[in-house]
């Protein structure tokens, strides 16, 4: 478990969340809250108490809406961040960060940004029980080839631990595998498959269109935001018994490389350089 005091993060990822849901519901656009955030909602009617992170899912048309007009559309400090505007992102969905903070989860993403929520795209699923491994199996392999690519290959000494990561950047350009990665995202449409899936749950993401459903509304901190519609099967789906309190060892939590809710990180960008 982290050390630092959780509530202020909190209230901080709050605010990205309510200027996207406001943002969204300006440009008619799709979301939920998901995974963790969903279960929060449901279980605690806001975070999980020891929570430092928000999700939300958005289907694929709406998601590229987004990445379309991410600049125009979202207003400061407020800032849309993934690899369709940021080539050095190192990440295969997007972020909603406040630029008037900073945060570094992990030394070896080598990216500086500010407090975030995640944004991931929703895809559609083929309901072919042999196609949908080697589709998960193409995910999860591009998703540890970014991973080497942006670690430092000599972490652990230049033995053999650092042939697999100089091997990468060999025969792989992190852009290169971004977009290999969203076009096998892309292959099964959301909104005409009957199976759909968020990507990283792997196959427990796969699920009915229908449990998503249409945005439905639901509280969370005291504010009204945009949840899935079957939230009991959605929530049994991935967690189980959903509503029993998991014991203290199985409480995930970040332990964030840096972290600064008063600085810009482009004002910490200068300090570190």
């Not at 995910?139 to 042939?163: E, N, T």
């Not at 971004?178 to 196959?203: A, E, N, P, W």
């Not at 203290?248 to 200068?270: A, C, I, T, V």
Request: charged share 25%.
């Amino acid at each position: 478990m982290a050390s630092y005091d959780i509530r202020p993060l909190q209230l901080h990822i709050l605010g990205n969340l309510m200027a996207f849901d406001r943002m969204c519901r300006e440009h008619h656009l799709r979301y939920y809250i998901v995974a963790g955030t969903m279960l929060g909602a449901v279980r605690h009617k806001g975070f999980i108490p020891w929570d430092d992170d928000l999700d939300v899912g958005m289907p694929r048309k709406d998601y590229d809406l987004l990445m379309a007009h991410a600049k125009e559309w979202m207003p400061a400090p407020y800032e849309v961040v993934a690899y369709e505007t940021d080539s050095s992102y190192p990440l295969p969905f997007a972020k909603i960060q406040d630029a008037s903070t900073t945060l570094i989860e992990r030394m070896h993403l080598k990216y500086l940004g500010g407090v975030y929520i995640d944004v991931f795209p929703l895809d559609g699923m083929t309901a072919n029980p042999l196609l949908q491994r080697l589709h998960l199996m193409r995910y999860f392999y591009y998703k540890k080839v970014i991973y080497f690519l942006c670690r430092d290959p000599y972490r652990h000494g230049h033995g053999p631990s650092s042939w697999i990561p100089l091997l990468c950047r060999k025969f792989y350009t992190l852009s290169g595998v971004q977009k290999k990665m969203q076009k096998m995202q892309k292959t099964y449409d959301f909104d005409s498959s009957t199976l759909v899936i968020d990507h990283d749950f792997g196959r427990r993401g796969i699920m009915p269109r229908e449990v998503l459903g249409t945005p439905t509304e639901v509280v969370f901190e005291g504010k009204t935001v945009m949840g899935v519609e079957q939230a009991d099967v959605y929530l049994t789906s991935l967690y189980g018994d959903y509503m029993t309190i998991p014991p203290g060892p199985k409480r995930k939590q970040h332990d964030f490389h840096l972290m600064d809710l008063h600085q810009p990180y482009r004002e910490s960008q200068q300090e570190i350089q």
